[in-house]
């Protein structure tokens, strides 16, 4: 579901937490004067359609560090030797030309 997001610093910073992958609490908060009338009201609508908004948190996969670079060390070294041998290819393949 799309949040509706006003144009605030407030929900700029909010907005992976409303619309993301986390659980997020709204709290809105009035002024009872009558000269704040109509931002309370906006408030009460945004307040409303947030509530609405249904989020599906889940648990981040966190990897091990070391695991990582040994995967990519393991991804680097693979990648090499395919290289090595597309360059090893290269070189008979201009041996044979050259018996030709």
Do not use: W
């Not at 040994?70 to 991804?75: K, M, V």
Request: with cysteine.
């Amino acid at each position: 579901t799309a949040v509706p997001y006003r144009n605030s610093f407030l929900t700029k910073v909010l907005k992976d937490a409303l619309g993301g992958n986390a659980k997020a609490i709204m709290v809105a908060t009035l002024n009872p004067c009558d000269q704040a009338l109509p931002e309370t009201i906006s408030t009460c609508r945004f307040a409303q359609r947030v509530a609405n908004v249904q989020t599906f948190a889940r648990v981040n996969e966190q990897q091990d560090p070391q695991l990582v670079i040994s995967q990519l060390r393991q991804e680097n070294s693979q990648l090499r030797a395919a290289l090595g041998a597309s360059e090893h290819a290269e070189e008979l393949g201009e041996e044979e030309l050259r018996r030709r």
